[in-house]
Each structure stands twice: as structure tokens, then as C-alpha cells.
């Protein structure tokens, strides 16, 4: 039959083109030499990043990119989350807490060329204080309103804070800087660690139109500029080379850097959203290492002998929120019941992977202000039923607890499944639980966080290493997620926040905790270890707390 | 008014009647922006600043108002949560997305076509039931999971052939297109072309198998109907060669319902393959759009649905266009 043979002519070509093209497989980058000084490193990201300007970005991805290429005061301590010396080598607080005054380091560049100083710093500044209109946004200049609240001129549309924290800088010297604060802050040496508060060349930030902004017809603020986009520059020790959106963003080795040289000569970002993909290309030696390991993989991982594990320590806490605008969670008995309703280590032994550990309150164990020192609450469901006779109500007791959908966070890996051990928990223990679920968001978020749950799953990964950034967050104010006006914690938190002296503050952060696992507004449930999976032969890289993790360290062996 | 023109100016009332459509669906969702946005921080103050901020807190009505407005002055608006404009991510996306629709639909055609030929000319023996059971598997197996399968095989396994993305990170080549085959081709670099075509392969063939299974028995039930045309008896008893019976009678008549069929696929295929583009990091218009919905970000919800439409549209009137080209007896007036 001619005709067939026509037919087949193109698909066996096709097939033997495809053939062809396998076998031209050279397998990229990863079987080649690619180690020592001249190695580039692939880094499988879940997303692009948006800005590499870090003031204006809150995206984990962006600040991982950029806390390569830019560098602030102070840093976090390799793997902890105090802070340490990095472009200033010495810092001293006035007296009254209201002036801060760093020595920098000398001799260093910006990768422009241009010399870093204590003028370079307070143009920093100067920039991030008087930004207006749609650079106040919150979404725009988040961590500046987290750390400093507001700007020099409130622009009539923002909703950022009246006030500010900053009140100016001054450059004596080449090497001297004094920031002057309008009330003492402790939390302040801690913010100045994020990647957010790093210093970029005042020429390129000028050349590059770094603040050039308008406001769309949604709303949005759009840079105009090119430097967060095309010419980031810092003082980092890798510089920026290029960034294909949604491909690859690539950064290399700084020869001028005035520390350690990087070890690798490149590290490519590459954005794999798909978990799944991402372990295949790990797997097929694509990518070198990625982040956010989800939990189902880690058995896959270590029993592979081409792949490494690395924890990222604890910070993080997943808690089941009490909203105290609900009754009965109003009474103090009724939460006790709950709380010891609930078998929490049968939950972190069945579901976290060996990653996980009970949280004994609302804050992780490696910052300062923890204590061992609360009250506990073991599983007891006969103490539950108890406890809600004593509360004069008939058991079992009706009530919603809420759990989201398509969402796997750090401190809660799988939702409902850490639900339904909750509810049949709870079920034995005089309630009788309705599950209510929504997806993550924005429903879910909704739902809870403004106080049309009575019972529900949350919890918060921090963004630095001071207590505030979680009890602050959670208990400072009142908040309709709990529902609760507490006046006594509330001034603890905010007299914890004021005060300069780590000692006062640990003392008041760790009375504030006993306070709160008294009052029990929620029950802390869980604090995990994040994975990394890495390939065997990467070397260097040290997980933080807080997810700044220089890949300057990084080296590929063989 | 000739006929392209008149469909053409159909787009009109179509498009204004999905503009309206896509603004109150996504508004009828619950929730907001906001919300996606400020993830476990959001508070309700935060909420509010953010809704004034992108004046979500105005009546609907003034909200499309500004939004036809801003369409007409062709502008789409800027993602709120890329913070990257509508319109050059479509510019970046919508090649990634052609670019594997096309070579899912070749691939498609180019085994779809012969294999139904074939099964129609083998009616009711071996291979004929071969391959129904090969297409209802072909549709009935999941992309996703054929998707990893394919790349556990291919990637993993053997390592042939790269598990995702469109280009090996250590290729640079400028991409005034973003079709990476043609910047491969515009950049006079063999090799970055070859690469281009590497990456193609398994995420064309994950993609393609639905297509596939289904042109091919349409092809085969086309096929079939034609070859006891009475025409066909004729051109037979006239003693023409079987070769241009089977090429002239049997397979053009054939071919009609059939490029209907790859015409609403490729249309299907051009929105967007959420999985395909999700497990091949893919970066097309799919999971920009899918993000989008679980993000509630408007602008790119209202600008990618849209634009979609309109290619959707654009694709179906090039197919009725084809008819003519295949049957001479259509004529467009």
C-alpha cells in the first residue's frame, strides 16, 4: 500500500529527529566539570522574583536574590538570628536609645565602582524616608513600614503609619554614621538585618531612575526605572548579570569584593513552581538544590545517595486560634477544655516527618524571651469534660473549627489531616466538631483572620529574629482574629518593644508568654524544620532561621 | 461587507459581552486581592487601604466603567501581583504557550492523521482495534501524570531529554520574539535551536496525546464514512490508481470534519495547558492564568481572559476560512 508508506515517511522521520535530538544529549551542567572556582550552581526557585531592589520587595524570592547582591549594617549571624557586624564593624546606642552610632567598613566598593560610605548610607536613607506617593504603598515599602512605620510627608493616599521611626542620619566622617531615631526601639538593630535595609550605589539608584513611579489605573504602583530590573548594584559578593523572566535569573562571582570571594562563579536562579518538577529536576541533575521540600519527598531524598537534606532551624509556629467573640470560647474554661482537648504530640509524631516538635507557646525556642516556664497543657480528654461541666454547659459541646484547602505551609504540612486528628481529638473530649474548610486564599484568610471563625488553623513563619515579629504581631493589639481585649498584655508587649536592654526585654517577653498560656487566646501547636535538598556534592550552604542564606559559601565538589 | 469583515466586527458585541462576563464572575468570587496579597498578615485596616488602593471600594459599575475605558485606550492594566504589566506578560507568555500548542498539535497530526487512515483501511482487524484502545487511553490518561511519567523516563531515568523550562540555562540567545525556536533561528545558533527543540519534546507529547487519540478516530470515522461513498465506488470501477483514490477521493473529503476538530483543539490548546505548563515549568498563559484566579488578581484575569478570547475567535474564523480550502464547494461571499 503506497499511500501508507507516504504516511509513514513523516512520522518515521519525526521519530528518528526525536531520536536524534536524545541522542545529542549532552545532560546540562551538571556532568560536565562543573566544580570548584569556575562552577556555576542552579537553584530551583518556586517563583520569580518581583524586584531586585530590595527596599521596595517583600517576596521571599526577591530578598533571597538580593541579599546576594547587596548588603546592609548588619546581617544575621551564620545560621542564627542575632545581629553581626557586615558593612558596619562596630555600633554603640546613645544613652536615651534615640541615636545609634556605626563604624563602616573601608575600602569597599559598589559594583558600579562607586565607593561605599557614610554618605552612601544615609542616601540610602534619605531615599527610603522621603519616597512618596505610590512608594508608599504598603505593598510597595513593606519592611520599611514593618521596621520604621512612616515617611518624611504622608502622601494623603497612603495608608502607611503617621509617624516614623527615623528621624535622620548624619556622615561625620567617610566611616562614621549616627542614625538618629525619634523614640527608643530594640526591634530596630534586629529589622536593620533584613535584606530590605541593604545599601545600593546612590549613582546607579539616580542613573537608573530607581524611584521613578507612577500609579496605574488599578492602582498599582509601577516602577518605571530600570535599576531594580536591569542594574541592581550593591555591594555583595555576587553581581547581577542577567534575568530572562520566568527562566533564569543569573548572578556572578564579584572579583572586587572586599571580603571572601564567592567560591562559585555563578549561581543561576531558575523559578520551578511545581513541586514535583522541581525534585524531578534535582533528581536529573538540572537544578543543584531547591527550597520548600515538601514532605511527602523527604523519603524520596534521603534514600537517594545523590541527594542531601539540610534543616532549616525552627521559626516558625502553627497554632489552633480560639475567637474569644464567639461564645463560649469567651470562657477561660472552655478554652482549657480545648486546649487540653487536643493530643498535639500524637499530631507531630504522625504528621510532620520527624521535622517537627510540640510549641510550647507563641514564639519559636531560638530566640531570646522563650521560656520553658508555662503552663503546659497534656491530653487530657476526661479533664476536658470536666472542665466544661465546671463551665456549667451541656456536652457535648457544637462548634466550628475551620481548616484551609490546597495549602501546605511550614508549621501545618497538611491541613486536614492535622484537622481531623484535631476534631476526633476534640470529639472525645465533650465537643462535638462541625469542619468548615475554604480554600487558603483568599477565602480562608478572610474567613479567620477578620473573626468569622470561632475555631481554626493558622500560624505565621517570622521575619526576623525578635520576639515582636510574632507575639507582636499576634497580641499587641487587638486583633478579630481573637477576638479579645486584654489590656495587661497588650502594655507588656508594647513596654517589651519600647525597651533597648536585651536583658529588661527577655524578662518581659518571657512574662508576657506565661501570660499568655494562661490566657489562652489559642493553643500553639507545632514549630518545624523546614527542608533544603540539595545534590551530594554541594558544600557550604547554611540553612538560617530566617532564610538569609549567603550561596558566597557555597562550593561544588566532586 | 465581505465575510471576514463581518465576522470580524462580530468580535465586538463578543468581547463586550466577555469583558462584562469575566469583570462580574471575578468579583463574584469571595474575597479579594488584598487577602492573596497579604497572606497570613492580612488585617482588616490592611485590607481596606489595600481596596481603596486599587478603588475595589467603589460602586461596580464606576470599577468596569474605568475598566472599558482603560481597554479602549488598549491598556490592560498592571498585575498586582508581579507587579509586571498585563501586556508584556502576554507578550513574554503567549509564545511560550503557541509555541508548545503548535508543536502539540504536529505532533498530533502528524500521528493522529495516518494512524485513523490506517485504522479505517484495516476496519475491524488488529490494528483497527489497537488503536480505538490506544486513543480511549490516550484520552482518558491523565496529562499530569503522563507529564511525570514521561519526564521519571526520559529525564530522570535516562536522561535524554531535559525535565523542564524551554532553554538549558547555560543557552543565551536574545529573544525579540519569545518564540524560541524562531529566536534560536534569528540568533544563527544550530545549537540553541536544537536545545529549543529538546526541550519541546516531552511537553509536546504529554500535550498531545489527547489531541491525538482524538483526531484519530475522528480520522478513522471520517474515513470510514467516505470510503462507501458512491464516489469512491466510481472513481474505483473507473480503474484509477488506488494511491489517488485513497489521496484525492477518500482522504481530502475525509479531511473536513477533521481540521474542524484540530481547529477547536488548537484553539483549546492556545489558552493555555495549565498541567503541562505547571509540571514543565513552562512559564505560559495556563498557570499565569490559574495563579491569577487563585490570587484574585483582576487585571491579569480581565487582560489573559480576554486576550484569549480574542485568539480563540481569530483561530475558529482561520478554520471556517480553511474550509473553502479543502472542499471547493464552500464559498465565503
Known amino acids: 500500500m503506497p499511500i501508507l508508506q507516504r504516511w509513514f515517511r513523516p512520522v518515521v522521520g519525526l521519530l528518528v529527529i526525536g531520536v536524534g535530538l536524545s541522542a545529542c544529549s549532552s545532560t546540562p551542567s551538571s556532568s560536565n566539570n562543573n566544580k570548584g572556582s569556575g562552577a556555576t550552581l542552579v537553584f530551583g526557585t518556586s517563583a520569580d522574583p518581583k524586584i531586585l531592589d530590595p527596599p521596595l520587595a517583600s517576596d521571599g524570592e526577591s530578598l533571597r536574590v538580593s541579599d546576594q547582591l547587596f548588603e546592609g549594617l548588619v546581617t544575621t549571624k551564620l545560621g542564627g538570628t542575632e545581629p553581626v557586624p557586615k ?44 519616597w512618596t506617593g505610590p512608594l508608599q504603598l504598603s505593598g510597595t515599602s513593606y519592611y520599611w513600614q514593618v521596621v520604621f512605620g512612616g515617611f518624611k510627608t504622608k502622601d494623603p493616599k497612603s495608608d502607611a503609619p503617621a509617624d516614623s521611626l527615623y528621624r535622620g542620619c548624619e556622615a561625620p566622617d567617610d566611616t562614621t554614621v549616627r542614625i538618629l531615631l525619634t523614640r527608643p526601639s530594640a526591634a530596630f538593630l534586629a529589622g536593620l538585618a533584613l535584606p530590605p535595609f541593604s545599601f545600593a550605589s546612590p549613582k546607579a539608584l539616580t542613573t537608573y531612575n530607581a524611584d521613578k513611579a507612577s500609579v496605574d489605573k488599578d492602582g498599582n504602583a509601577v516602577l518605571q526605572g530600570t535599576f531594580g530590573t536591569e542594574h541592581p548594584a550593591g555591594t555583595g559578593p555576587f553581581k547581577f548579570v542577567s534575568w530572562t523572566r520566568n527562566d533564569k535569573l543569573v548572578i556572578a562571582r564579584n572579583d572586587d569584593y572586599w571580603g571572601e570571594k564567592a567560591k562559585l562563579k555563578q549561581v543561576i536562579f531558575r523559578p520551578i513552581p511545581d513541586n514535583a518538577a522541581r525534585l524531578q529536576a534535582l533528581q536529573s541533575g538540572e537544578i543543584q538544590g531547591y527550597d520548600l521540600v515538601e514532605p511527602q519527598d523527604i523519603q524520596t531524598i534521603q534514600g537517594d545517595p545523590n541527594l542531601q537534606l539540610l534543616d532549616r532551624p525552627a521559626f516558625n509556629i502553627g497554632y489552633v486560634a480560639f475567637n474569644q467573640k464567639v461564645a463560649p470560647l469567651d470562657n477561660l474554661k472552655v478554652r482549657q477544655a480545648l486546649a487540653y482537648g487536643m493530643n498535639r504530640q500524637a499530631v507531630i509524631d504522625n504528621l510532620y516527618g520527624g521535622r517537627g516538635e510540640v510549641a510550647k507557646e507563641f514564639m519559636p525556642s531560638s530566640i531570646f524571651g522563650y521560656t520553658p516556664d508555662v503552663a ?9 469534660k470536666q472542665l466544661l461541666r465546671d463551665a456549667g454547659l451541656k456536652l457535648p459541646v457544637r462548634i466550628e473549627f475551620w481548616y484551609p484547602t490546597g495549602v501546605s505551609r511550614p508549621y501545618m504540612p497538611d491541613p486536614k489531616r492535622i484537622f481531623e486528628a484535631f476534631a476526633s481529638d476534640l470529639n472525645k473530649s465533650g465537643f462535638q466538631i462541625v469542619p468548615k474548610s475554604a480554600p487558603w486564599t483568599p477565602d480562608y484568610l478572610d474567613v479567620t483572620l477578620n473573626g468569622k471563625a470561632p475555631l481554626y488553623l493558622l500560624g505565621q513563619t517570622g521575619d526576623f529574629g525578635d520576639p515582636d515579629t510574632f507575639l507582636g504581631t499576634f497580641f499587641r493589639t487587638e486583633r478579630p482574629g481573637f477576638g479579645f481585649n486584654n489590656p495587661q498584655i497588650f ?3 508594647n513596654d517589651a518593644l519600647a525597651e533597648t536592654e536585651e536583658s529588661k526585654r527577655t524578662v518581659l517577653y518571657q512574662e508576657a508568654n506565661k501570660r499568655i498560656m ?11 524544620r523546614p527542608a533544603l535538598a540539595f545534590t551530594k556534592n554541594v558544600k557550604g550552604y547554611v540553612p538560617s532561621p530566617v532564610s538569609l542564606e549567603p550561596f558566597a559559601l557555597v562550593s561544588l565538589e566532586k | 461587507m465581505s465575510y471576514v469583515t463581518r465576522r470580524l466586527l ?27 496579597l497579604l497572606g497570613e498578615r492580612t488585617t482588616p485596616e490592611a485590607v481596606q487601604a489595600l481596596e481603596r488602593q486599587y478603588g475595589l471600594n467603589r460602586p461596580l459599575y464606576v470599577q468596569y466603567g474605568r475598566y472599558l475605558d482603560s481597554l479602549v485606550h488598549l491598556q490592560l492594566g498592571t498585575s498586582i501581583t508581579s507587579r509586571r504589566p498585563v501586556a508584556e506578560e502576554i507578550r513574554r507568555r503567549f509564545p511560550a504557550t503557541a509555541e508548545l500548542a503548535l508543536a502539540a498539535m504536529a505532533v498530533a497530526v502528524a500521528a493522529g492523521i495516518p494512524l485513523g487512515f490506517l485504522a479505517a483501511k484495516r476496519h475491524h482487524r488488529a490494528f483497527d482495534q489497537l488503536s480505538l484502545v490506544g486513543s480511549l487511553l490516550g484520552i482518558s490518561i491523565p496529562v499530569f501524570f503522563l507529564a511525570l511519567l514521561l519526564k521519571y523516563l526520559f529525564a530522570v531515568r535516562l536522561g535524554w531529554l531535559p525535565s523542564l523550562g524551554r532553554l538549558d540555562v547555560t543557552t543565551d540567545i536574545a529573544h525579540p520574539t519569545n518564540f524560541y525556536t524562531i529566536d534560536a533561528v534569528l540568533a544563527g545558533s544550530p545549537a540553541a535551536l536544537l536545545d529549543a527543540l529538546r526541550h519541546l519534546v516531552l511537553p509536546a507529547i504529554a500535550l498531545g496525546t489527547i489531541p491525538l487519540a482524538i483526531i484519530t478516530r475522528i480520522t478513522r470515522a471520517a474515513v470510514l464514512d467516505v470510503m462507501n461513498e458512491d464516489y469512491v465506488r ?18 481530502r473529503n475525509a479531511l473536513l470534519p477533521v481540521s474542524t476538530v484540530i481547529g477547536l483543539q488548537i484553539g483549546l490548546l492556545l489558552s493555555g495547558a495549565i498541567l503541562t505548563e505547571t509540571v514543565f515549568a513552562w512559564g505560559g498563559m495556563g498557570t499565569w492564568i490559574f495563579d491569577a484566579v487563585r490570587f484574585r488578581d483582576y487585571p491579569v484575569l480581565q487582560g489573559g481572559i480576554l486576550f484569549l478570547v480574542i485568539v480563540f475567535v481569530l483561530v475558529n474564523l482561520v478554520v471556517d476560512l480553511s474550509y473553502a480550502l479543502i472542499d471547493p464547494r464552500i464559498r465565503y461571499r
Open chain 1, 87 to 130: 558593612l558596619a564593624e562596630s555600633w554603640s546606642p546613645s544613652p536615651d536609645g534615640k541615636t545609634w552610632t556605626f563604624k563602616l567598613r573601608s575600602g569597599v566598593k559598589f559594583h558600579d565602582g562607586e565607593p561605599f560610605n557614610a554618605k552612601a548610607v544615609c542616601f540610602n536613607f534619605e531615599r527610603w524616608f522621603n
Open chain 1, 491 to 493: 502594655k507588656l508587649l
Open chain 2, 10 to 36: 462580530l468580535l465586538v458585541p463578543i468581547l463586550l459581552g466577555v469583558s462584562l462576563l469575566v469583570f462580574v464572575w471575578i468579583r463574584a468570587l469571595p474575597g479579594g486581592p488584598a487577602q492573596g
Open chain 1, 376 to 384: 503546659t497543657y497534656a491530653f487530657q480528654p476526661e479533664k476536658s
Open chain 1, 518 to 528: 494562661e490566657f489562652l487566646p489559642g493553643l500553639p501547636f507545632a514549630s518545624t
Open chain 2, 234 to 251: 466510481t472513481a474505483r470501477a473507473k480503474g484509477i490508481a488506488r494511491r489517488l483514490v485513497d489521496r484525492r477521493h477518500i482522504l
